[in-house]
Structure formats: C-alpha cells, structure tokens
C-alpha cells in the first residue's frame, strides 16, 4: 500500500538560511510521481514541485528543490535562502502511475521562518 | 484564483443533517479529487471521478457519497453528519489520469470549512 511519511512536525529556521523539509514514500510500483504542496496560513494548497521516478536528475523550481534519492525512498525539498513568507505547513504527496489515480499526502510539516 | 471553484466557502449545521459541497473544476480537466482535511491534520483522500465516472476511491465514509456530472462539475453528499465531520474539504482538479498522467499536478479549490455543531 502506498505510504508518505513527514516526521518533522515542526521546524523553526532563521530567515535566509536554507532549510530541508523530510519526506519518506513507500511504494512497490516501480513507476510513481512525488510532489510537494504548501499550504500557508489562507488555507488555499499551491503546488511548488513535481519528480518523475524516471527523473534523471532532481527537479528544480526557482528556489525549491527536490533532493530525490530513490533508493533511499525519500523525496526530500530543500528551499534555499529562506524567506518570511515561506512559513507555511508543507505537504509531500506521491501517486503511483499506471494504477487507479489516488494521489495520497503525508501529515505535512509546519515551517516557521524567524526573522 | 486557481480556476477550482468550491461552494459553499463556510457552512455550519447540526448533527444528523446533510449537506451537499460543489465543485466546478478548471476549464479543460476532466478529473476531480476530494479531499478531506480536519484540524491539524493532511488531507485524507476520499474519491476521484474522471470524464463522469469513478476511478479511486480512499477511506470514504459510508454516510459519505459523490458524484460528477455531464458537465465535470462534482458533488460530494455529507449525510447523518457527526461533530467529526467537521473539517475543510478540498476539490482539486488534474487534466489527466491513468497511464498518461505523467506529472498529474493537482489544482486545488479554495476548499469548504464546514462546522458540525
């Protein structure tokens, strides 16, 4: 059965610095996508990122990033030089293709950027 | 505006009512997802249809049922509704599904806060 797992909770960073947000996936398909949402204090989910399990190399979008070590299973985002109004909770999510279309989310991991 | 259109935004009610939530999805996707999201909590998939018909169904209650339209537009059904019930439910839309879904990115709604006094 599938699986997302968030085990931070939650993380305070100061501004500017970069900061890693962890996600562990657990799938047998060996084809699947991974994506990464936010979700600041409005409410509303914004899609930040997208990594194929195909995917030569780690997906980039501006100032996020996906470390994608497969292996591993995990999908970790790295957000570089981080700013106030990245603090948000943050939701790592995974569908496997070629399957019924459910797309599941981990518990998700609450940023506080500090000034 | 995500182009996912949710109503109601709020709605309160009482134990044992039903309640019905809409949602259009963005012009051009033909899949719909709803999602459930209580307090402090992520989002529990419930169902998705595609172009009309079912294809995934989460842990979605019996008391719970969905629907889309001719027109892509869905509906979930909330009935017998318990305190615990209450939660932000989500819709989003995708364009495709299945084998073909590469990406698949989500586009969420602005989702219903329903409360169940």
């Known amino acids: 059965a599938q699986k997302i797992t968030q085990t931070q909770p939650g993380m305070f960073v100061q501004e500017k610095e970069a900061v890693t947000l962890d996600c562990t996936y657990d799938?047998?398909?060996?084809?699947?996508?991974l994506f990464w949402y936010k979700q600041p204090s409005s409410g509303e989910m914004i899609f930040l990122i997208y990594?194929?399990?195909?995917?030569?190399q780690n997906a980039t979008e501006g100032r996020y990033s996906l470390n994608f070590q497969k292996a591993r299973k995990s999908a970790n985002l790295v957000i570089s030089a981080s700013q106030l109004g990245d603090s948000a909770m943050y939701f790592c999510?995974?569908?496997?293709?070629?399957?019924?279309?459910?797309?599941?989310f981990g518990k998700g991991t609450r940023l506080h950027i500090l000034p | 505006d995500s182009g996912v259109t949710q109503t109601p935004k709020h709605l309160i009610t009482a134990t044992g009512q039903r309640v019905t939530l809409r949602c259009s999805p963005r012009s051009g996707d033909l899949s719909v997802y709803w999602y459930q999201q209580s307090l402090d909590q992520g989002l529990q998939f419930l169902i998705q249809?595609?172009?009309?018909?079912?294809?995934a169904k989460g842990n979605i209650l019996e008391r719970f049922s969905a629907q889309q339209f001719p027109d892509l537009h869905s509906e979930l059904n909330l009935s017998s509704l318990e305190l615990g019930d209450s939660a932000l439910y989500f819709c989003a839309s995708s364009h495709r599904t299945g084998a073909d879904s590469g990406a698949n990115v989500l586009t969420f709604g602005a989702g219903s806060r329903l409360t169940v006094l």
């Open positions: 249809y595609y172009n009309g018909e079912e294809r």
């Open positions: 990594q194929g399990s195909y995917d030569q």
């Open positions: 999510a995974m569908r496997e293709e070629g399957r019924d279309d459910k797309i599941i």
């Open positions: 799938t047998s398909d060996p084809s699947y996508g």
